[in-house]
């Protein structure tokens, strides 16, 4: 008689909202997931795919994997239109209806049954239809966790009076009611959306309202490490005993790699890219002209746009601390449109000490000898990507949860400071020369010891490596669909 056959490994479906961010992180998850045996089907919006196919060698790396697929859904504009960053809004409906019906076929496909959806925490309609079809829902969110948990907090901040903030308002204000972050939130440093006068106003509904409900999902996952953002994390556990803190992942993927490369001689694993623009490797060449620790990396991540006044301003600031600069400035970087050229009079400095391209390799820079520190909009990725490389940071926070986010690196990690809220050349000279000078020691050795940290964190036996061999455990324990 024949042996029985092994049962099919657990499918597991993966769905980012359509981000570079989200897709970065969800990615770098699925290749996590794939690489310990799961059998993945990861839904990912045409749009980025044709651009992660263009730009990003995610062929090459998911075929690797037989039981990985791509299910390419559409969000309803053609491929070349210009998507503005609020376009999720726009397509927002469409997108969820034609998901709801993949996802009724995905889940209703004899051959491969599914163990459980995780779902962009952001994207919570899946937590309802997943249920009605009878298959778990793990949530991700991609955002800090003390952001997460300052928007879990949103209806006791408007109890305790700490929201609405009015008009007049002293942005200086301690916040009191984020439980566990009382002596580290102000008003300024609230996500954006906290910024109106109006509670009814529809994206401060909307995004605290989404937090909220991911807690009807099975079990929630955040792209941490416990010992970064420690006073959050253990608040939001009281509320989610199924937690799983296993980032940075990016880190995380490149560890679990090398740890099961075929010889302890073989080269380290390079940045698996998923960028979805195409990368300008020039600065590499140029950074590698550059002294040791002489050059601030300039990046504002992929959807953030600068008004004529703010670009002026940065041009100016970096030229004038008289530090090597090396700026990314994306063809739509500019609010208004247009280029965002080097004023005429700053050409000559700009050609002798900076370097300008439309997208870097950003991890790989951001691990090269010539680069001391990150001026950033504090973007979550961003964010991590630094504290691996071990990067002290001026932040420049536009949106979302960029706000809460610069605010960890300037008061509670101390690695940097925080510009927020005040563009002006002189601002930005003093703060580039403080990471890159007069402080530059203090702040190297606090980025040295949180990069030191996020290695333990995912190293065998760290808190993300552990919590990343839970969920695995876990997701096989449950049963699939049909
Ligand atoms: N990035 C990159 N090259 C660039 C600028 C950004 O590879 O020139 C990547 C960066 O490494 C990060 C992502 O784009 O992984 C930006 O994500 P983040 O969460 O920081 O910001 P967002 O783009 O979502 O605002």
Not at 280 to 287: A, E, F, G, Q, Y
Request: net charge negative; hydrophobic share 40%.
């Amino acid at each position: 008689m024949d042996p029985p056959l092994a049962p099919p490994p657990p499918h597991v479906i993966i769905f980012p909202l359509a981000a570079q961010g989200h897709v970065n992180s969800m990615l770098k998850l699925a290749e996590l997931l794939a690489h310990s045996g799961l059998r993945i089907t990861f839904i990912n919006s045409e749009y980025i795919h044709h651009r992660l196919l263009r730009h990003a060698d995610i062929q090459a790396r998911f075929t690797a994997f037989p039981d990985f697929r791509f299910k390419i859904i559409s969000d309803g504009l053609p491929l070349d239109h210009p998507r503005s960053s609020d376009h999720f809004m726009t397509t927002f409906s469409y997108v969820k209806s034609i998901t709801m019906q993949l996802l009724e076929e995905l889940v209703s496909a004899p051959d491969r049954p599914v163990t459980c959806i995780i779902a962009d925490g952001i994207l919570t309609f899946t937590i309802d239809f997943a249920g009605d079809l009878g298959v778990p829902v793990v949530a991700f969110r991609t955002i800090s966790a003390s952001c997460f948990w300052a928007y879990f907090c949103f209806p006791r901040m408007v109890e305790s009076g700490d929201l609405p903030i009015k008009g007049d308002e002293d942005m200086d204000r301690v916040v009191t009611s984020v439980k566990g972050m009382e002596d580290i939130l102000r008003c300024r440093d609230l996500p954006s959306f906290c910024r109106v006068a109006d509670l009814s106003d529809w994206t401060l509904q909307y995004v605290p309202t989404q937090t909220l409900q991911t807690t009807r999902a099975r079990a929630l996952i955040l792209n941490s490490f416990d010992q970064l953002e420690g006073p959050a994390i253990s608040q939001i556990r009281t509320h989610f005993p199924n937690l799983y803190t296993i980032g940075p992942l990016h880190s995380h993927l490149k560890s679990r790699l090398s740890s099961s490369s075929p010889s302890p001689s073989s080269p380290p694993p390079s940045p698996a890219s998923n960028s979805i623009w195409e990368v300008d490797r020039s600065c590499i060449s140029w950074l590698d002209k550059q002294p040791p620790k002489s050059v601030i990396y300039v990046s504002f991540g992929s959807i953030t746009t600068l008004n004529r006044h703010d670009f002026t301003e940065f041009w100016y600031g970096l030229v004038n601390s008289g530090r090597r600069f090396l700026w990314v400035v994306r063809p739509d970087s500019l609010a208004e449109g247009g280029s965002g050229a080097v004023p005429e009079e700053l050409r000559e400095a700009v050609a002798e000490r900076g370097c300008v391209v439309g997208w870097a390799p950003q991890e790989e820079v951001l691990h090269h000898g010539a680069v001391a520190a990150f001026l950033t909009h504090s973007g979550w990725n961003s964010t991590l990507e630094s504290v691996v490389a071990g990067k002290p940071m001026v932040c420049w926070p536009c949106l979302a949860d960029q706000q809460v986010n610069s605010r960890l690196v300037s008061h509670a990690w101390k690695v940097g400071l925080d510009m927020k809220d005040v563009c002006d050349r002189e601002v930005v000279e003093r703060m580039v020369n403080g990471v890159m000078g007069e402080r530059q020691e203090e702040f190297a050795a606090a980025a040295g010891d949180l990069a030191r940290m996020a290695r333990e964190a995912m190293s065998e036996g760290g808190s993300s490596w552990g919590n990343l061999d839970r969920l695995i455990e876990d997701i096989r324990s449950m049963k699939p669909s049909s």
